[in-house]
């Protein structure tokens, strides 16, 4: 088990990644907002879902599986690539989805999203490099992205579009949770076999994959501040219902 001020690390990322999502997710189906503007909140929900499922679970990986390991190196570059391509989809998924806000579409968007999420925080995982080689079992594998993208795909039909503090609210702690308990299920799954050598002396050891794994945490922070800034003075979803209905 790990350390619980671990666990309440890899929440508090998680959270701030959701909370960046799903502040996207509620304004880009505003067809009275511009294409330029509508794409920025399309781009930063696909990064910030992306982004804290890959680098929080590399947390997850050094502080779970390899902190006590200082031979352990983790290899991120090609990570980097599938970042991007992963980041891309989704920002395909969240495009269509913000044009046709309907539940089947915003619940399949979701869905798809959270077993990206799922892929990259196994790649992630598997970045981890030791003498031996590292499996998950693929039917356990299968279960657990088939979990987080129910969950994501719940948590996209709430945010899209949503009119109240409890839908936003729920999808936010959806996500967090569904995402936090996806990347201990992987690290708890991942087994070595010391049959099957690897070479692990390419990348950076689990004490600097903290650090750039804290980096990559202060860089989703600053995000939902920015867009916070830029979104100031615009009409509040929530605050519209509550204008029209009486309710909050």
Known sequence: MDHPWFVL??????????????????RMTDQQRSVRN??????????????????DMLF???????????????????????????????????WFTAAHPRPLWTIGGGIAAGLLMTAMSLQAAFSG?????????????????AGLGVTTGIAVWLGT????????????????????????LISAEVTTDPSTTVNSDLGINPVQLAVFTAVAFGVRAIALTFMT???????????DQFDAHGFR
């Open 161 to 184: 579009g949503a009119t109240t503090r409890q839908a936003r609210a729920t999808a936010v702690t959806l996500l967090t949770v569904g995402l936090t308990i996806t990347q201990y």
């Open 9 to 26: 690390g890899v929440l508090l990322g998680n959270g701030i990644g959701s909370l960046l999502a799903v502040f996207c997710l509620v």
């Open 60 to 94: 997850v990986a050094a502080t779970t599986i390899h902190m006590s390991d200082y031979e352990v190196h983790f290899f991120l570059a090609p990570s980097m690539g599938l970042t991007a391509i992963a980041v891309l989809f989704t920002m395909a998924v969240f």
């Open 229 to 239: 800034m830029i979104e100031e003075g615009r009409p509040d979803p929530a605050a």
């Open 38 to 55: 509508r794409l920025l909140l399309v781009l930063v929900a696909a990064w910030a879902l992306v982004e804290t499922a890959r680098d």
């Open 129 to 145: 490099r030791t003498d031996s080689a590292t499996s998950i079992d693929i039917a356990n594998a299968a279960m657990i992205a």
